[in-house]
Nanobody
Framework: QVQFMESGGGLVKPGGSMSLTCNTN????????MSWYRQGPGRERELVATISPEGDIKYADSVKGRFTISRDNARKSLHLQMDNLRPEDTAVYYC???????????GGPGTQVTVSS
C-alpha cells in the first residue's frame, strides 16, 4: 500500500522556523523526483519545492532562499526546512511523487502550517 505521511506542522510566529517530514511506504522512493505542495485557504494547490533522485532542486519563487528541501533515500523520507516564515506561508503542506497522477491518488492528509502572531 502506497502511503505518504506528513508531519511537523503547527503554529509559528512570523519570522520563525519549522521543519516538515514526509515518511513514505510502498514505493521505490529513491528513483522518483519528490515534491512538497501546499494549499492555502481559498487558494489552489501550488508546487513548493522538488528534489530529483540525483539531488537537483527547484523552488517556487515565493519560497526561494527561505525553504530547503532534502531527502533521505535510506529512510524513504522527504524533508522541508522552512525559515523566515510569513503569514502567506499558511497552508496545508503535502508531499508526493512529482507530477505523477497515479501516485496522486494516494495523497496523505497533509500537515497544517499556520504562521500568525
Amino acid at each position: 500500500q502506497v502511503q505518504f505521511m506528513e508531519s511537523g506542522g503547527g503554529l509559528v510566529k512570523p519570522g520563525g522556523s519549522m521543519s516538515l517530514t514526509c515518511n513514505t511506504n510502498g514505493l521505490v522512493f529513491s528513483i522518483y523526483s519528490m515534491s512538497w505542495y501546499r494549499q492555502g485557504p481559498g487558494r489552489e494547490r501550488e508546487l513548493v519545492a522538488t528534489i530529483s533522485p540525483e539531488g537537483d532542486i527547484k523552488y517556487a519563487d515565493s519560497v526561494k532562499g527561505r525553504f530547503t528541501i532534502s531527502r533521505d533515500n535510506a529512510r524513504k523520507s522527504l524533508h522541508l526546512q522552512m525559515d523566515n516564515l510569513r503569514p502567506e506561508d499558511t497552508a496545508v503542506y503535502y508531499c508526493n511523487v512529482h507530477e505523477n497522477t497515479w501516485f496522486a491518488k494516494f495523497g496523505g492528509p497533509g500537515t497544517q502550517v499556520t504562521v500568525s502572531s
